[in-house]
Structures are given as structure tokens and as C-alpha cells.
């Protein structure tokens, strides 16, 4: 077997954000007006901090940020009482952040209105009592994440999951607690994983699936120098997928590591237009697919961040769109995301 490589650097590695070499490309702000909700980036105080200082200090860059969505990192969870219930300290966590953002005195967004946490399904139909006390510890609970990103060469997350998970039928009876609880499901896998998500996605209909980070086709380890046959095989799979009514699909985390773009080992910052260049075949397939109706723009902050700036990332995504009417602009940016995850307009 293959010595393992960690795609993301998992530690210290991943989050490693240099500023000094940020702050040498600024760009002024595209289409400024335009309403975003921001559904996907994290809080955590671990390797490096980012917290709602830190937060702030991204979203008040001059985007129309109205509102965002915490997803799950693994961030302050409980230390006493059950293993199972440890993941709610997340929640209790974020709710408590959102609650300093709703009091309007940190500026007009409402940061982490809507919350993504975690519960391991593996628990079968037990874990419905997680599922509840998520939703005791918050109303802006919306749903779970259980990352699943398997290969044999590449590892994404801090801790492995074991290959083939989602056709586990305990863990496919804890998946089934979803639904009926109205909750979200968010997916973090590899595109040579899809598959099994589009299996997934049949055998629970009436269960919204979200697929994150545009499936994550692979870029390094064995995969790299080979992008054009995984953009073949990836392109493949979303278009599989996207035939799944209840699938929708993030537009970004383009800036990991795992991709394999390397913006990171550059000299200077990319601009957003080398972002936007890089991006588009990936971010133009999805929407071929899926629509704007069913796909949202996400910053993946601070992951992403190693890549650019958040202002220069935002830009890219609205060059990416430049030729796109309003409605569809809007939808993308901000009415998609606002729709999955009830998001009250701002």
C-alpha cells in the first residue's frame, strides 16, 4: 500500500495562514450591492484561531454579507457527560457566537444563522437522541455533517472514516433520523465517491443532500499531473448526481490543498481573476447541471484562505458569474443558500 498522503496537511499544516503574504494583493470590491449568504465556513481555537473576531475581520471586507452558515469542524465539544453527546457542545458553541452576531452590535450581518453540526449515525436509530438535543441547544440548528472522504493514497480529514460507510446499514438507520426531524444532510467525500452518494441520494428521497466543496476531485498524491482524466470522471458523476431532485451543491473549497492548484506556493496572493481562470470548467460544470436554483457560492473560510483573501474570493466568484442575468446572480449567492438552510431575509 501506498504511504498516505494527507491532502489538507491535517494539523497545523492546514490552517497555516500566512497574512504577510496575503496583504500583498488587494482588489477593490465587485458589484458591491450584491447579496450574499455565505453557507459554508467554520469557527475553531485549535492550531491557529478563528473566531468572531476573526470572522468579522473577513466578512467587513465589503461584500454584502447579510448572512452565514457554521459547518462543522469538530470545534468545542463537550468534555463530560455521554461520547455521544459531545458533539452538541459545537452547537451550544455556535448558537452562542450567533447570538452575539443577532444583537446587531458587531454590524448588519448575522453571522452563523443557520448551524451545521455533527452526530454519528453509526449509532443507528439511537442517534435520534443527539439529533434532538441539537435542536434543544439551538433553533438555528439545520442539520449534520458526517465527513466520509476515503482513499486509499489521500486523506482530507483529521480522522479517517472507514471506506464504504455510507452503504452501512447502522449507519444508513441513523441517516434515516434526518428526515423526519427536518434536518440537512452535509457531504464531504471524494469525487470517486459520488457514487455512492447518488446511491445514497435514491434510497433516501425525501432527505436534502448537500454536496460540498464541488465533490472534491483529487489533485494530489496519485492524482496529480492526471487532472484531465479526473475532471472526465468527476464531470461524469455530477451530472449523475444532479439528476438527484434532492441534491444540492457548493460552489467553492477550491482553494484546499486537495485540489492541487498550489495558489498557496506562489510568490504573491492570485488575483480573483486567476482564481476565476482556474475555477471556471469546475464551477461552470455544476451549474450546467445542477442550476442556479440548486447550487450556492461558499467561502470554506479559513480553509480557503490559504488561497486569497476573502474579498479576492468573492470576487472570483462573482467574475465567474459576470455573464449570469440577476435572478440567477441572486439565487447563487444568496437565495439557494438561504432556502436550504431557512435563512429568514435580511
Keep these: 500500500m501506498a504511504k498516505l498522503r494527507s491532502a489538507d496537511r491535517t494539523g497545523a499544516g492546514m490552517y497555516a495562514v500566512n497574512d504577510d503574504w ?3 494583493h488587494d482588489e477593490p470590491v465587485l ?38 452558515v457554521f459547518i462543522q469542524c469538530r470545534s468545542m465539544y463537550r468534555a463530560d457527560g455521554p461520547s455521544e453527546f459531545h458533539p452538541v457542545g459545537e452547537t451550544e458553541f455556535v ?39 441539537h435542536i434543544a441547544a439551538s433553533s438555528r440548528f439545520r442539520g449534520i455533517r458526517f465527513s466520509t472522504p476515503w482513499d486509499e493514497n489521500v486523506q482530507l480529514t483529521p480522522q479517517r472514516p472507514p471506506q464504504g460507510i455510507m452503504a452501512d446499514a447502522t449507519w444508513r438507520e441513523g441517516f434515516a433520523q434526518l428526515q423526519p426531524l427536518g434536518l440537512t444532510f452535509d457531504a464531504l467525500l471524494f469525487h470517486t465517491q459520488i457514487g455512492e452518494l447518488i446511491d445514497l441520494a435514491r434510497a433516501f428521497p425525501q432527505t436534502l443532500i448537500i454536496l460540498n ?11 496529480a499531473g492526471k487532472r484531465d482524466q479526473v475532471f472526465a470522471d468527476w464531470s461524469k458523476s ?3 448526481l444532479s439528476r438527484c431532485d434532492n441534491v444540492t451543491i457548493k460552489l467553492g473549497g477550491l482553494g484546499m490543498h486537495v485540489f492541487g492548484f498550489d495558489f498557496d506556493k506562489r510568490k504573491v496572493p492570485p488575483s480573483s481573476q486567476e482564481l476565476a481562470d482556474a475555477w471556471r470548467p469546475y464551477v461552470e460544470t455544476c451549474i450546467a447541471a445542477f442550476g ?4 450556492m457560492f461558499e467561502s470554506n473560510f479559513p480553509v480557503d484562505k490559504i488561497s486569497g483573501t ?28 438561504a432556502g436550504v438552510y431557512g435563512i429568514a431575509s435580511l
Design 22 to 24: 496575503l496583504l500583498q
Design 310 to 337: 476573502y474579498k479576492t474570493m468573492w470576487n472570483a466568484f462573482k467574475r465567474l458569474t459576470a455573464g449570469a442575468s440577476g435572478d440567477e446572480k441572486r439565487a447563487l449567492f444568496h437565495d439557494t443558500a
Design 213 to 223: 466543496h464541488v465533490g472534491c476531485p483529487i489533485g494530489v498524491g496519485p492524482y
Design 292 to 295: 442556479p436554483d440548486r447550487a
Design 95 to 133: 448558537n452562542g457566537v450567533a447570538a452575539m452576531s443577532a444583537s446587531g452590535h458587531y454590524g448588519p450581518a448575522r453571522l452563523c444563522a443557520g448551524i451545521v453540526s455533527h452526530a454519528d449515525f453509526r449509532l443507528g436509530a439511537r442517534v435520534r437522541e443527539v439529533l434532538e438535543a
Design 31 to 68: 458589484d458591491p450591492d450584491l447579496p450574499i449568504v455565505d453557507p459554508h465556513h467554520h469557527l475553531w481555537d485549535r492550531d491557529s484561531r478563528y473566531l468572531l473576531d476573526e470572522l468579522l475581520d473577513d466578512v467587513n471586507t465589503g461584500h454584502n454579507v447579510r448572512a452565514t
Design 238 to 240: 455530477i451530472a449523475a
